[in-house]
């Protein structure tokens, strides 16, 4: 484990309650699964894991998430069905310090074949001063599609160790998503490379490694804690920034309450929108490429984009 701080540390099982569960457990029969298919099981542990597990692994993968949809992944809890599941998996995508319960289970159950996310993503810290110094990475790394282009190469060397015969097509479909990321930054630059405004306002600082790609100022209210409440100070700060620089848009997160966002905003008289982190996968089937096609729309009009 990286002995940094990360975002959002959570109490759960300890990893010998979580080990004694499985032997509990052991007896049982095996949650349904396309288990008996033939194919690679693969279990991500949310959202951006499942989508490049099932670009890289094709039709010789199956994929599941252990974060249910609509489910802030943050708040995760494992039942112990899913832990021993985590064990029983041919390969498990994760991101370390994201999700404590999975941390825990990983520790317990050590699957065959992993890829930790957190080895290839470059993680830093983007949080604006709150008072707290501690070292603190930011989990978000997905938002920079250069960032996740690099977990392909991962995940594809890791499925071919766990089936060999299919090490090629691993290969070829994650130089095919790098393709596809590197035309999604190409957009992303060309997009946002003329506009009026550069402050990106969110409820929740998960576009860290967005505003770093593209040139913008991320201002954030709450913090990397999307649950935590903005002091009166902050909330101050941030409508001072909005008067300055003529802000157009606050913006909150699919999976969060809008309350504090739209708050702001009515007071301030601009617009509250969402802006999808994709922590968890949009209820209407989009995927990762047509959310972050979405949010660079939303972003284009909040910033008076030419």
């Known amino acids: 484990m990286n002995s940094r701080a990360r975002a959002r540390p959570r109490p759960v099982l300890s990893a010998a309650a979580i080990a004694a569960a499985g032997v509990v457990l052991a ?9 008996d298919d033939g194919r690679v099981q693969v279990l991500a542990s949310f959202y951006p894991l499942q ?19 609509g489910a802030e992944p943050h708040d995760l809890e494992l039942s112990p069905a899913q832990v021993r599941r985590i064990g029983d998996s041919d390969v498990v995508l994760y991101l370390d310090g994201f999700q404590r319960a999975v941390d825990e289970a990983i520790a317990a159950r050590a699957p065959a074949h992993l890829v930790d996310a957190a080895d290839v993503a470059r993680l830093e810290d983007h949080r604006i001063a709150h008072g707290d110094r501690r070292e603190v990475l930011d989990p978000h790394f997905w938002l920079d599609p250069t960032r996740l282009a690099l977990v392909a190469d991962r995940v ?19 130089d095919a998503l790098t393709a596809s990321l590197a035309d999604l930054d190409a957009r992303y630059a060309r997009g ?30 709450s913090g990397l804690d999307p649950d935590a409440e903005p002091s009166p100070a902050r909330l101050r700060e941030v409508g001072d920034l909005v008067r300055e620089d003529g802000v157009t848009t606050i913006f909150f997160e699919a999976l969060v309450s809008p309350k504090v966002a739209e708050t702001l905003a009515g007071d301030l008289g601009i617009i509250a929108q969402v802006l999808d982190p994709l922590e968890g996968r949009p209820a209407d089937g989009a995927d990762y490429r047509e959310v972050m096609l979405t949010n660079l729309a939303s972003l284009r009009a909040a910033l008076v984009c030419a």
């Open 192 to 221: 946002l490379a003329d506009c009026r405004h550069h402050d990106l306002v969110t409820t929740h600082e998960s576009f860290g490694y967005l505003a770093e790609r593209y040139g913008l100022h991320q201002v954030g209210i």
């Open 51 to 69: 989508y490049v597990a099932e670009q890289v692994g094709g039709p010789d993968v199956a994929v599941a998430n252990v974060t249910p949809p």
């Open 27 to 35: 007896g049982c029969a095996a949650p349904p699964s396309a288990a």
């Open 156 to 174: 594809a060397d890791e499925l071919a160790a766990a089936d060999p015969e299919h090490a090629a097509g691993y290969a070829a479909r994650a």
